[in-house]
């Protein structure tokens, strides 16, 4: 949900704001991240990073976990800051000292009840828009994963299952086996069981 707008902001206004609290910069309106994740949420990204980043170490891609700032446009009007949950880059021109500049190859979100809207919509039209090679959109109440390729300016969505195997186009070579991605338990929003 956005704030009220008053103005359009840009990275430099973005820069000053308390980083107690977490935004997101799309087209210069600030959106306030969701709450903290749940376990569910953490331990699928958990698992995800631990893939990705075993198979790129010694590799020239990088894999880094949210919370990181990327600025999309940081090239014209500065005004787009997202923070996805895991992302790769495999220009390393692109890895600032203090954010991400420009489109990561592939990107990672975590659907929460209070994104989905958002990350189904929103940035999916900016990670396409900038150039976002991969854009995984992973739902952890369905257990299942969209995977969305760029193809001459629009994404081309498949869709896994969580006993399925994605083979990452951007790099070859990776497999990700969403058995080991998928946790067991109690799904979001419903208490574990008492002892």
């Known amino acids: ?6 103005e359009r902001y840009t990275y430099s206004d973005y820069a000053t704001w308390d980083d107690d609290v977490r935004y997101e910069l799309i087209a210069g309106v600030p959106y306030l991240m969701s709450p903290a994740p749940t376990p569910r949420h953490q331990l699928i990204a958990g698992e995800l990073a631990l893939i990705f980043g075993s198979f790129l170490r010694g590799k020239p891609c990088k894999l880094i976990s949210s919370p990181i700032d990327v600025r999309l ?8 800051i997202v923070q996805p949950d895991l992302i790769v880059v495999c220009d390393k021109k692109k890895i600032g000292e203090k954010n991400i500049v420009g489109a990561p190859d592939l990107v990672v979100e975590v659907l929460s009840p209070s994104t989905e809207t958002h990350d189904r919509m929103v940035k999916f039209a900016l990670y396409r828009a900038y150039g976002v090679r991969e854009y995984w959109v992973v739902d952890p109440k369905r257990r299942f ?5 760029l193809e001459n300016g629009k994404y081309i969505k498949e869709v896994y299952g969580d006993k399925d195997v994605i083979d990452v186009a951007v790099l070859p070579g990776l497999a990700v ?12 929003g419903k208490d574990a069981a008492e002892p």
């Not at 994963?145 to 390729?149: G, H, I, Y």
């Open 177 to 188: 086996n969403l058995t080991e991605v998928f946790p067991e338990g109690p799904e979001d």
């Open 73 to 80: 446009n940081a090239d014209t009007d500065d005004d787009t």
């Open 1 to 6: 949900m956005p704030l009220p707008e008053q």
């Open 145 to 149: 994963v969209e995977v969305n390729l």
